[in-house]
């Protein structure tokens, strides 16, 4: 009822809610929904669930089954699954459950920061979104020489086309797709954005919108977010590619762990340099011949 009302009255809420997982158990959550505005009008509602922690009860007496019963089941082996709580006070246990400031004030945060990010690109982009199928129509396979010399570069990085909407990947490698854990198929025609979360730095996202503009290389520690939702820091180095004739052809974007070592201990700056050297080698070796994607003149 209260979410109800929120929603009527174009208003932020925030409460606990106790939820239940799909094999019938419960859990508690700090539910948070605030309105997405647009020239005064709401166009979104923007919902974040934060998991409630458990806390210990010291004031109880006896054994409270429902909110030891995980221990319980990993201490005796007990299959739990039919077992009926008579009394019900593992279900008064969960909705006792309330959330402290900490939980609070991270659901806050959180929708704070996907609040700028939709603000961000609703400013620097004629749209907020462009869907999968949208970029993928307009993308084409690059020239089988030049994917056959990218190939061969070791280092995560993407390849996108500027002349193309909302400058989709083109060219993805093999070690940003291991670094990710995506699929190619899933990349290419992706806008980079796809790697952002909640809590990307806005600043980082303006600081790459700005050089791009600007034609001139840039890097950025940004936080990204792999498939399988956990996050890493990206040390991006991001650099036009220009052809034999000066125009530029792509942007390249080198990804790197900020956790990972490399084998022959060069510094992320020489292994990210490295890899805008060996693109821009192959890329200009092929200019002289067709261009690699049906694009028009930037003249």
């Not at 979410?3 to 997982?21: F, G, K």
């Not at 458990?54 to 429902?66: I, P």
């Not at 060219?171 to 952002?196: I, K, M, P, W």
Request: hydrophobic letters at 35%; a positive charge.
């Amino acid at each position: 009822m209260e979410i109800r009302e929120a929603i009527r009255a174009e208003r932020t809420v925030q409460l606990s809610l106790l939820n239940y997982r799909k094999d019938g158990t419960p859990y508690s959550i700090l539910f948070h929904l605030c309105p997405v505005f647009v020239e005064g009008r709401v166009i979104h509602f923007l919902a974040v669930q934060v998991p409630i922690a458990r806390r210990s009860r010291s004031g109880r007496r006896g054994l409270v089954f429902g909110a030891c019963r995980d221990e319980v089941r990993e201490e005796l082996g007990f299959r739990l699954d039919s077992f009926e709580d008579t009394d019900n006070r593992g279900l008064e246990a969960e909705e006792l459950r309330e959330a402290s400031d900490f939980e609070r004030q991270k659901a806050t945060n959180a929708a704070k920061n996907i609040l700028s990010i939709l603000k961000y690109y609703r400013k620097h982009r004629d749209r907020l979104l462009c869907g999968k199928s949208c970029s993928l129509a307009s993308v084409v396979p690059l020239n089988s020489s030049l994917n056959i010399s990218l190939g061969r570069i070791k280092q995560s990085f993407v390849l996108t086309d500027p002349y193309l909407p909302d400058m989709p990947i083109v060219y993805a490698s093999d070690a940003f797709l291991s670094l990710t854990g995506y699929s190619r198929h899933e990349v290419l025609g992706q806008n980079c954005r796809f790697l952002n979360g909640p809590d990307t730095d806005v600043e980082a996202l303006q600081e790459i919108h700005d050089s791009i503009r600007a034609e001139q290389a840039c890097t950025v520690r940004v936080l990204n977010y792999r498939k399988d939702e956990s996050s890493f820091w990206n040390l991006l180095h991001i650099s036009p590619v220009r052809n034999a004739a000066g125009k530029i052809a792509f942007h390249v974007r080198v990804q790197i762990n900020e956790n990972s070592k490399d084998v022959h201990g060069l510094s992320p700056e020489m292994r990210q340099l490295s890899a805008v050297a060996a693109v821009k080698v192959a890329v200009r070796s092929l200019s002289a011949g067709p261009v690699p994607s049906s694009r028009p003149s930037s003249s």
